[in-house]
Nanobody, 126 residues
Framework: QVQLVESGGGSVEAGGSLRLSCAVS????????MGWFRQAPGKEREGVAT????????YYADSVKGRFTISQDNAKNTVYLQMNSLKPEDTAMYYC???????????????????WGQGTQVTVSS
């Protein structure tokens, strides 16, 4: 059974940093799309960053390019989202998601992903 558990959210002032973690269990396939998504109150869930853990390109939403970095630790089966220069508009619930796939260009759309974590809240104050 695939399980994703996010952690690392919290409250931070604008300009600060946070690192989110997503621990993945129940899947050993090297090739899988992993993504971070976020949803602010009253808004649609949007893709923030995605990549394939087996290799390929990385997708970043325009709003986070140059500030956020997605990475992985294969030994820990964990995916990270390093968030720097945070802005109040980054405030949202952040989710990680996955889908077993060999595509090297993992989509940024949420519809592609079929396993989701419960989310971790990020709040950025001005």
């Amino acid at each position: 059974q695939v399980q994703l558990v996010e952690s690392g959210g919290g409250s931070v002032e604008a300009g600060g940093s946070l690192r989110l973690s997503c621990a993945v269990s129940g899947v050993t396939n090297i090739w899988k799309c992993m993504g971070w998504f976020r949803q602010a109150p009253g808004k649609e869930r949007e893709g923030v960053a995605t990549f394939n853990t087996g290799g390929g390109s990385t997708y970043y939403a325009d709003s986070v390019k140059g500030r956020f970095t997605i990475s992985q630790d294969n030994a820990k089966n964990t995916v990270y989202l390093q968030m720097n220069s945070l802005k109040p508009e980054d405030t949202a619930m952040y989710y990680c998601a996955t889908r077993l796939s060999t595509t090297r260009n993992c989509p940024g759309g949420r519809e592609y992903y079929n396993y989701w974590g419960q989310g971790t809240q990020v709040t950025v104050s001005s």
